[in-house]
Nanobody, 129 residues
Framework: VQLQAFGGGTVQAGGSLRLSCAAS????????IAWFRQAPGKEREFVAA????????DYAASVRGRFAISRDVAENTVYLQMNSLKPEDTADYYC???????????????????????WGQGTLVTVSS
């Protein structure tokens, strides 16, 4: 699966951004997709994930209620709508694809980078205070 993430930028605290992850490849429509982020000097962390048809989603506690992940199956694109952004949301955001259709029933697995074998390049989100 090939993934291309875009939509990052600079926004003031309280603002919104929408990230897009365009997927391609023969199995791309069958893959669960997740967003991770990595701030300077920190480990990559889980943000949100969605199953192959969009029926299941999961969020990190730090973004639940502010971010929304969605999927356009026809366009083979996954979106991350980010509202009420905070300076601590500043990071490179990456989308990643799993070889599975559905999110793992184990939260530890579905929020782990090891669950996702294909990664796109990062898109930088900067939130100023």
């Amino acid at each position: 699966v090939q993934l291309q993430a875009f939509g990052g930028g600079t926004v003031q605290a309280g603002g919104s951004l929408r990230l897009s992850c365009a997927a391609s490849g023969p199995t791309s429509r069958n893959s669960a997709i997740a967003w991770f982020r990595q701030a300077p000097g920190k480990e990559r962390e889980f943000v949100a994930a969605i199953s192959w048809r969009g029926g299941s989603t999961d969020y990190a506690a730090s973004v639940r209620g502010r971010f929304a992940i969605s999927r356009d199956v026809a366009e083979n694109t996954v979106y991350l709508q980010m509202n009420s952004l905070k300076p601590e949301d500043t990071a490179d955001y990456y989308c990643a694809a799993s070889s599975n259709h559905y999110l793992s029933p184990s939260r530890l697995r579905r929020t782990s980078t090891a669950e996702y074998g294909d990664w796109g390049q990062g898109t930088l989100v900067t939130v100023s205070s």
